[in-house]
């Protein structure tokens, strides 16, 4: 407890160091959204500066979230020369308000030109400041937004900002019609869970796929996979604990409430998961959990894989994103209480993200693209591309109730006795839970399971808040128009219900059947990340997010490039990893053994003809024909590679193209090369085995 949030400027320690006023100047800004007063901001500098090097720092940095998913700072240090050669240590305001990193090179999507270097750092002062420490020393990180010379969002956090005002100004209008005039505003929260790979650093540093790419491109599977469902839960080797006990450590000093960790399911695999708390907070939370997790890996010799599918044949990792919605005297409005056919309030917010959902499942789907999870989702451990709400029985009764016209129960769980005199009787909740579902309701939030694991949360809640204020918005106009509220709402929620139970599905996500019902129901199945970039900017897209002042058009054509462009940059980084591997490791390697090979049997010929058999015999043809079929893979791959460089044209069709050619080249060489290894003598192959990186940690 005296270490927790020991390195963060917290409102204890701005209570602490902070004039009254200045202090609740602050706050207001903090927990109200007011515009936050400028005078303050000297004072606010100097006694952050105090704090952060009574603690040993001596730099600082505006720490803020560029379009590349990964974090960005420049580091500032604290002095300043004196006339007598000496200097001071020195932190004004306007170095906390704005900072001037080089906005030029940064992706863009066309929005500024490389000549057009200007950008601006903004002090998000709703997200607290906190120390780093670290190799470098210790630097006290400013969470900041980062926009463009001409104002334009050029990060994740800005459009991250602006949705969650745009969600709190629609709600408030539902909550005024209900009667409440004390809410002054309302937040969504959101708690990230973690899944990782941990593997051997020395076996990492062999393998060029994963240091260039995040995941093995070539790898056969090892005599034992996941299917004993053995290291799910399982216990946590010696290892393994005392990585995960640095990290929490870490993380608790930073004000990070790391609640849960445990293995996950495929072999290799952990899982770490934070108490909820306001979203813009969770973001920068789960950039620094990612960061922690691979710093304190690396102490420990290990190395941690945030890539959606770093192995093929096992299960991926992902984000499960825990979002809901409260006011700011803490009321969850997602929680339906016992009795939820009587929660008028709660039924329109629940009947608001279903129609949110359905209606834009195109962009939620959007906003969980990339290629890792074009891997990932689909398979036994992910939902699959195509989007759906699970909401359990209760729920799903009480809908089908104010569909018929009336609400006249709340389905109860009841208790459930496990026949062990020794053992408690327990309270058995209203629903069960399901697993296969990309959206699904846990009682008093909404799990989004499909977001990858790699990415910033900061783009799946951007999306999610502005669809949902969307819905909000529509109600509220349809209700503040009614001539009587208590009439109109029962009807407004019956005509949402109907017009969008399509997306309603409590089943098995993963099976065949749903497939074929999700397409007669209508629902996208939008299968690869290129397929799903286009929904950022149709018009319906740039209506909303215009509307609520969350990403301009500029804005939302800009990122559309930016996701194109890494597409096809990423994936023809792994196409040129693939073929370096395979044309210097691997063809090198399997012709060694074949050459060995043939040089034994002809040697057994020699000295004892009667011991040859067919069998040695095919076993040189098999090898030489799987080198043969190598090296003809190796040429095709190697040869739409060139072509790809050479394409004219916009970025979508780049992106088509990978997508359709480089990618099934590549399935197509790794298939062959997989062969090999089953082949070749383990001690001439040139880098560990799934068998080692899977198992030896």
């Known amino acids: ?68 998913g990964f974090t960005a700072e ?73 926009c ?51 593997v051997d650093k020395d076996h990492y540093e062999k393998r060029k796929d994963l240091i260039l790419a995040g995941r093995t491109l070539f790898g056969a599977m090892p005599p034992k996979g996941q299917e004993l469902e053995d290291h799910y839960f399982g216990s946590i080797k010696e290892r393994i604990a005392a990585f995960m006990r640095e990290v929490n450590e870490e993380l608790w000093k930073m004000g ?4 849960t960790q445990h293995n996950e399911v495929a072999p290799g695999q952990f899982e770490l998961a934070p108490v909820f708390t306001t979203t813009n907070i969770a973001v920068d939370q789960n950039q620094l959990v990612m960061d922690t997790l691979k710093k304190v890996a690396l102490r420990h010799d290990l190395v941690c894989l945030l890539h959606e599918k770093p192995f093929a044949g096992v299960n991926g990792s992902g984000k499960h994103n825990n979002w809901s919605m409260s006011t700011n005297d803490g009321q969850n409005l997602l929680e339906p209480g016992k009795t939820p056919h009587e929660n008028a309030q709660f039924l329109t917010f629940l009947c608001a993200v279903i129609k949110a959902v359905d209606e834009h499942a195109d962009l939620l789907r959007l906003a969980c693209a990339n290629p890792g999870n074009d891997h990932r989702l689909g398979a036994n451990e992910a939902p699959p591309a195509i989007i759906s709400v699970f909401l359990g029985d209760q729920l799903t009764d009480i809908l089908e109730q104010m569909q018929n016209g009336g609400l006249k129960r709340s389905k109860q769980g009841g208790k459930m006795t496990i026949g062990v005199s020794t053992l408690p ?55 503040e128009e009614a001539e009587d509220f208590n009439t109109a709402l029962p009807q407004l929620l019956k005509e949402i219900v109907i017009n969008h139970k399509r997306i309603i599905f409590n089943g098995n996500n993963y099976s065949q059947d749903w497939v074929e019902e999700a397409q007669r129901r209508g629902l996208p199945n939008i299968s690869s990340t290129v397929e799903a970039i286009p929904a950022l900017i149709t018009g319906k897209s740039r209506e909303i997010f215009n509307k609520h002042k969350v990403l301009s058009q500029e804005e939302l054509y800009s990122r559309y490039e930016i996701m194109l462009e890494r597409y096809c ?36 010929k020699a000295a004892v003809p009667q011991a040859m058999t067919s069998g040695q015999e095919r076993v040189v043809l098999e090898l030489a024909a799987n080198i043969q079929a190598l090296q003809e893979k190796i040429e095709e791959l190697d040869e739409l590679v060139g072509n790809g460089h050479d394409l004219q044209g916009d970025t979508y069709e780049h992106a088509v193209y990978y997508r359709d050619k480089i990618f099934p080249a590549m399935d ?26 899977l198992y030896i940690v």
Not at 137 to 144: D, E, R, S
Request: glycine letters at 4%; proline letters at 5%; charged letters at 25%.
């Open 425 to 479: 009787t327990l309270a058995k909740d209203s629903t069960d839970r399901n697993r296969t579902s990309p959206f699904a309701f846990t009682g008093n939030k909404f799990e989004f399971r499909m977001v990858p694991s790699s990415i910033s949360v900061a783009g799946p809640n951007t999306v999610l808040n502005t669809i949902v204020a969307e819905a909000l918005a529509q109600i509220a106009d349809r209700l």
């Open 569 to 604: 940059k990423q994936l023809n980084i792994e196409a040129m990893t693939m073929l370096d591997m395979a044309k210097r490791q691997i063809l090198p390697a399997a012709c060694k053994y074949v050459s060995i090979m043939s040089e034994a049997i002809n040697n057994i």
């Open 148 to 198: 463009a010379y001409t104002g334009e969002a050029l990060d994740k956090k800005t459009p991250l900002l602006r949705s969650m005002d745009a969600i709190s100004k629609e709600a408030l209008r539902i909550l005024r019609l209900f009667g409440d005039t004390t809410t002054t505003r309302v937040i969504t929260t959101v708690g990230a869970e973690q899944e990782y790979f941990l």
């Open 256 to 259: 990070i409430p790391a609640k």
């Open 668 to 693: 197509c060489l790794r298939s062959v090369a997989d062969r090999l290894e089953s082949l070749v003598e383990a001690k001439l192959w040139p880098f560990p085995t799934y068998s080692e990186l």
């Open 1 to 68: 407890m005296e270490r927790f949030a020991a390195n963060v400027f917290s409102e204890t320690v701005m209570k602490e160091r902070l004039p009254k006023s200045v202090y609740q100047m602050l706050i207001k800004t903090i927990k109200e959204g007011y515009p936050l007063d400028p005078k303050c901001a000297d004072v606010v500098a100097n006694a952050m500066k105090e704090w952060a090097v009574e603690r040993g720092a001596t730099h600082f940095t505006h720490w803020f979230q560029p379009m590349t």
């Open 74 to 146: 420049k580091h500032d240090s604290f002095i300043a020369p004196c006339s007598d050669g000496k200097v001071m240590m020195e932190f004004s305001g306007k170095e906390l308000i704005k900072g001037e990193p080089d906005a030029s090179s940064f992706p863009n999507g066309g929005l500024r030109a490389t000549f057009e270097a200007r950008g601006y750092t903004a002090w998000d002062c709703t997200s607290p400041a906190f120390l780093r420490e670290d190799a470098g020393g210790i630097t006290l990180c400013i969470p900041t937004a980062f």
